[in-house]
């Protein structure tokens, strides 16, 4: 009896050891499915730590500082990257699991919300101006990459591929009619089509301009994955029953659509009469019917820009009396263009006057001239940095104001033609043969 309860209790254990062997993989795909997103954010901050320290000069004198540059490090440089490896490994996956879609989903927004801020956040150091190309700007300041008159036709055509995107993820694939299906994965073909031309207008060797191309990138790779997810969703929940269209033709096209795989084919010829419909109902609202092109070539310093346009203007931005020319012209009155270090700059009378006022310091007393000098370069130079629009550079037009008649005084009282040497500042010599 003894025996035979002792051999029941070891098979019973050894059901119990097999059962947990099994369990325990499974146990543990649960676990990093559940904190997926926390597991990535912190293995991004973790990377960021480590490129902070092994990057940053004096990490033993600012430990905390170090940390705190590998936080912004990981999830604003690294995340995105770890991101885009997650949306690519989700576009192969297939899986049926609905755990995992779910949790797809949440990587998906999280995309979007860092995606956008991201691009905010890079904007401001690629010296874009949303102006066309026809605008002389300055220095290294680029126009904008999308054509401004026809950029209303480019954000209804992304705001389309959005809606597309929303429909197709939220709805219930088995309830809906496969024509409804594929004019969704349509309207994502233009959105997709959008974010393509993005990438191809600014795409170049720099790491600014490659992550602005990172957000569409991943756009792109979402809308991938939320297609092939429906498709195998459609084989795997097909129902008996279709819903039925009245009219005979639109149900025979709904019929054809039946099975999925045929899905992206038809997706791709149904995009170009949706996208005639919206370019008609955009002309209605003033748009032009080549907008959808020339939005993107309608450019100049891009890609697929045809345009070519008028050479920037060069502001020293060492010295504030030439960025205080860059005001309003009402204000600082502009009157002719100049050259300073072989660069066209814009003159007015201030900068004329200040530049003769220096010009007589540099002759009379050299020693003065050479310390005022050494002053101007160390603290002119960081507060003409913040200059960056016309009423900042108005403002110091006019607290440089007491300055110049200051100058003018002196520059009366020591020179016998003052205007004259007023006057040929900043103008190219002549050179005879």
Known sequence: MFLALEIISAKWKRKQIKFAGERSPLMMREKLLKHSILLSILISVILGVITAFITMVNVGDSLLGGIAAGLILGITVIYPLVLTLINLTAIFAGCKNPGYIRKGKHFEYITVVLGIFDSLLLFPFTEICFADWT???????????????????????????????????????????????????????????????????????????????????????IGIKVIR????????????????????????????????????AAAFLLMWPLLGIIICILLLFGQQPDSVIRAWTETSDWNLSLQTAPQNIYYDEHYLCTVAAGGHRRVVKPIRMGVRHG??????????????FEQILEERVPELHRRIRSFYD?????????????????????????????????IYAVDVKPENRIAVQYMEPLHFR
């Open 229 to 264: 997810q429906k498709a195998l969703e459609w084989q795997r929940e097909q129902p008996d029953q279709m819903k039925c269209f009245k009219n005979r033709r639109i149900q025979w096209l709904n019929e054809k659509l039946r099975r999925s795989a045929v899905w992206p």
């Open 378 to 410: 160390r603290y002119g130079f960081p507060i003409a940095k913040l200059i960056r629009s016309p009423y900042a550079a108005d403002v110091v037009y006019f607290i440089m104001k007491p300055l110049e008649w200051l100058f003018l005084l002196v």
């Open 343 to 356: 660069h066209p700059v814009i003159v007015n009378r201030q900068l004329c006057v200040a530049n003769a």
């Open 135 to 221: 605008v002389t700007l300055h220095n290294s300041q680029k126009h904008t990459p999308i054509w401004t008159e026809g950029a209303p036709t480019i954000l209804v055509l992304a705001a389309v591929g959005i809606l597309g995107y929303l429909f197709l993820s939220f709805n219930q694939i088995a309830k809906t009619p496969p024509l409804i299906t594929v004019l969704e994965i349509a309207a994502m073909y233009i959105g997709m089509v959008q974010c393509i031309l993005w990438i191809i207008q600014i795409i170049r060797w720099n790491i600014i301009y490659l992550y602005l191309c990172l957000f569409p990138l991943n756009c792109i790779l």
